[in-house]
Each structure stands twice: as structure tokens, then as C-alpha cells.
């Protein structure tokens, strides 16, 4: 019987509605982004919202969460308010082209994102998975369009992605004003290649490029000493 909720050291995520379960990738962007002490911060595609709930732990932000899946919405809200920061969370069902198109003032210090990212591969039979999945409902040309509106003149756009999708983007968000300015290599083990890449953007070009990695478990299958590390303030245990 799988279990309904994800504990973690200071907050609790329910994830039975939500289009996606807890996985290491929302962990992981959570964890390794660039983020405000303060100030503004907007996650699209929000799920159950433990990437919103990693950062109102790192940080003194307020954050807002937004999501097209209504039972999605419905279990942020009800983990935003279980948790700590419940003040400084809020969660919206709208979809981001249209949360841009209503000429909101606000502009957010760091939008982030594990956007959908499959556009041409099989779709599962379940769909709110693959709503969660594929990127039919937002195109990486409309996220973009709609980061260019919502962010801040120093702000970051932070996201997930696997590589081969990673490299269209960086080559999308060039055209939309967007320049690469910190790459992280994400590797299963340390005889893998890197599956995920977590990329951060900002509207000014630098002249080096930061690049680091990090491998989530050794060659025996447990977690890293670097992973433990990284994610010591969040999970319970990790064996």
C-alpha cells in the first residue's frame, strides 16, 4: 500500500491528487536554486508544492504557486497551510499565459520551475500525468514569453531538465532575452552520465558561465555524502 504523504524535517506533503508524486528532481531544484532572502518568488506548475515549501524554508520570500490541475491547487493549499510558512504561500489554479496576460504588476525575484518537458514521446493513458508530462499546455516559447513579463530586471528563472530538452531551451530562452549563467550536472552515479541539468537564467549575458555537479548515489546505491549534504535540512533520513 503506497503511502499518501512525504514527511520531511519541518513540513509534511500530502501528494494523493496532485499530477505528480514527490520525486528527487523537485528535491533537487528546491534545494541547488539560487533564491531571494527576500523579495518575490513565483513557481509554475506547482503540483504538490514541495518545490514552494523547500524555499520557504531556505529563505524569507513570499512565494506564489501556480498550477492548471485543480487537485493539484487544492493539495498545495492544504500543505501550505499544515506548514510553517503558511503566510507567505499562496496557491492559484490558472494557467501562466493567462496569469501574464492579465497585466498582473507584480514581478517575481526568481521564477522556478520542473516544467513538463516531453513534446513528441508516448503519452501515458493517464491524464492528468500527462498533463504533469508533456508540454502541450505550455510551450516552452509561452513560458518564456510570460517569465519575460513577470521577472524582475535582476531577477533568475531557475528550471529542471533532462538534456536533450535542455539545450532547445537554452537556445529558446536566448532568443527571449534569457542568457545561461549557472549549469548544474545532475548524474545518478558516478559511472553515469548526467540525466538532468538544473539551468539558471538572467536578462544579463556573463562572461563565464557557472558550472558545477553533483552525483545523487554511489555505485553501491546509497545516497552520496554531497546528496546527504545538500539535503540534510529536509529529509527525515536518507540511508
Same mark, same amino acid.
Given at each position: 500500500?503506497?503511502?499518501?504523504?512525504?514527511?520531511?524535517?519541518?513540513?509534511?506533503?500530502?501528494?494523493?491528487?496532485?499530477?505528480?508524486?514527490?520525486?528527487?528532481?523537485?528535491?533537487?531544484?528546491?534545494?541547488?536554486?539560487?533564491?531571494?532572502?527576500?523579495?518575490? $518568488?513565483? =513557481?509554475? /506548475?506547482?503540483?504538490?508544492?514541495?518545490?514552494? &515549501?523547500?524555499? +520557504? #524554508?531556505?529563505?524569507?520570500?513570499?512565494?506564489?504557486?501556480?498550477?492548471?490541475?485543480?487537485?493539484?491547487?487544492?493539495?498545495?493549499?492544504?500543505?501550505?497551510?499544515?506548514?510553517?510558512?503558511?503566510?507567505?504561500?499562496?496557491?492559484?489554479?490558472?494557467?501562466?499565459?493567462?496569469?501574464?496576460?492579465?497585466?498582473?504588476?507584480?514581478?517575481?525575484?526568481?521564477?522556478?520551475?520542473?516544467?513538463?518537458?516531453?513534446?513528441?514521446?508516448?503519452?501515458?493513458?493517464?491524464?492528468?500525468?500527462?498533463?504533469?508530462?508533456?508540454?502541450?499546455?505550455?510551450?516552452?516559447?509561452?513560458?518564456?514569453?510570460?517569465?519575460?513579463?513577470? $521577472?524582475? =530586471?535582476? /531577477?533568475?528563472?531557475?528550471?529542471?531538465?533532462? &538534456?536533450?530538452? +535542455? #539545450?532547445?531551451?537554452?537556445?529558446?530562452?536566448?532568443?527571449?532575452?534569457?542568457?545561461?549563467?549557472?549549469?548544474?550536472?545532475?548524474?545518478?552515479?558516478p559511472e553515469k552520465e548526467a540525466n538532468?541539468?538544473?539551468?539558471?537564467?538572467?536578462?544579463?549575458?556573463?562572461?563565464?558561465?557557472?558550472?558545477?555537479?553533483?552525483?545523487?548515489?554511489?555505485?553501491?546505491?546509497?545516497?552520496?555524502?554531497?546528496?546527504?549534504?545538500?539535503?540534510?535540512?529536509?529529509?527525515?533520513?536518507?540511508?
Amino acid at each position: 500500500m503506497s503511502v499518501d504523504y512525504f514527511q520531511f524535517k519541518q513540513f509534511i506533503v500530502h501528494h494523493t491528487y496532485s499530477t505528480m508524486k514527490v520525486g528527487t528532481d523537485a528535491v533537487l531544484l528546491g534545494t541547488l536554486s539560487d533564491i531571494p532572502e527576500k523579495g518575490k $518568488i513565483l =513557481e509554475v /506548475g506547482t503540483g504538490t508544492g514541495v518545490i514552494s &515549501l523547500i524555499l +520557504a #524554508q531556505r529563505s524569507k520570500a513570499q512565494i506564489t504557486a501556480i498550477d492548471i490541475h485543480q487537485a493539484s491547487v487544492w493539495e498545495a493549499r492544504a500543505n501550505f497551510k499544515e506548514s510553517p510558512w503558511t503566510e507567505r504561500l499562496k496557491a492559484l489554479m490558472i494557467s501562466y499565459q493567462l496569469y501574464a496576460a492579465q497585466g498582473n504588476p507584480i514581478r517575481y525575484d526568481l521564477i522556478i520551475s520542473n516544467p513538463p518537458f516531453f513534446e513528441n514521446d508516448l503519452k501515458s493513458t493517464d491524464i492528468n500525468r500527462n498533463i504533469a508530462r508533456h508540454n502541450d499546455h505550455l510551450s516552452y516559447r509561452d513560458f518564456l514569453l510570460a517569465s519575460r513579463y513577470f $521577472i524582475s =530586471e535582476i /531577477g533568475q528563472l531557475c528550471l529542471i531538465l533532462p &538534456l536533450t530538452e +535542455a #539545450q532547445i531551451f537554452i537556445e529558446e530562452a536566448k532568443n527571449s532575452g534569457f542568457y545561461l549563467q549557472k549549469k548544474i550536472e545532475i548524474k545518478p552515479k558516478p559511472e553515469k552520465e548526467a540525466n538532468r541539468l538544473i539551468l539558471s537564467f538572467g536578462k544579463q549575458i556573463l562572461n563565464e558561465i557557472q558550472k558545477n555537479s553533483i552525483t545523487i548515489r554511489n555505485n553501491d546505491n546509497t545516497y552520496s555524502e554531497t546528496y546527504k549534504k545538500l539535503t540534510e535540512d529536509f529529509y527525515v533520513s536518507l540511508k
